[in-house]
């Protein structure tokens, strides 16, 4: 049976996890598209338009594209838990035997699971089966407006960096520095996000950073050849 404890463990990591993504979604397509822009010669203000019009539509782009998915998660989670509920009502001693088999299967003793199944179920029959028959608990239950509001401001921070690098720094500087400082920053969050699940920290890190730097350097790259073409 699930235990609390780290049932929130598990939560927090998610949103955590999800939180350090939206922000790298931020960062990596702000600064590329801020990167391909500049290196097509464009003046400071026309990048500077496009890389907050960029950061608006990103960060709505994920809300909705979160919303939903995770609505479509709801969705799935309601009609399984209505048809689980008519289960148990047409058939209880069918769901409790069910549930006693789960509970035997994870290596309760047969007797104990019946009566651990038997409580439950008249405590909270619908709950104990999408619980451990379903995997739906209030926890992980799915939430879309959490979950894109989450998205818009995780998006909305990292996008927030390079657009303060490009407003502040002089335009002969900006593109080594939103390169290299939005990379600093990605690989320090790439970093954390390693750190949390328990992996190689190095490893999490110089991976962000690559493919980071790979997705920056295509995008300059277009700007220079659009920008050599018009």
Do not use: C
């Amino acid at each position: 049976m699930a235990d609390p404890q780290q049932e929130n463990k598990l939560e927090n990591f998610a949103w955590l996890r999800a939180a350090v993504l939206g922000a790298n979604d931020g960062i990596v397509s702000t600064s590329s598209l801020i990167l391909g822009v500049a290196a097509s010669h464009a003046q400071h203000s026309s990048i500077l338009i496009s890389g907050i019009a960029g950061a608006v539509s990103g960060a709505l782009s994920m809300a909705v594209g979160e919303y939903v998915s995770v609505q479509s998660q709801a969705d799935s989670e309601a009609a399984a838990l209505k048809s689980e509920h008519a289960k148990i009502r047409a058939n209880p001693k069918d769901e409790h035997q069910e549930l006693a088999d789960i509970y035997i299967q994870r290596g309760i003793e047969s007797g104990l699971a019946a009566q651990v199944a038997r409580q439950l179920m008249e405590h909270d029959a619908l709950g104990a089966h999408a619980r451990d028959e379903l995997g739906i608990t209030g926890t992980f239950s799915a939430k879309p407006l959490l979950a894109a509001s989450s998205s818009l401001a995780s998006f909305a921070a990292g996008a927030s960096v390079p657009l303060l690098e490009a407003l502040l720094v002089p335009e002969d500087a900006l593109l080594p520095v939103v390169a290299v400082g939005s990379l600093i920053l990605l690989m320090i969050l790439g970093a954390a996000a390693a750190r949390t699940g328990g992996a190689n920290v190095l490893r999490g890190s110089l991976r962000v950073g690559l493919w980071s730097s790979i997705a920056m350097g295509i995008s300059a790259g277009v700007g220079v050849l659009l920008g050599g073409l018009a």
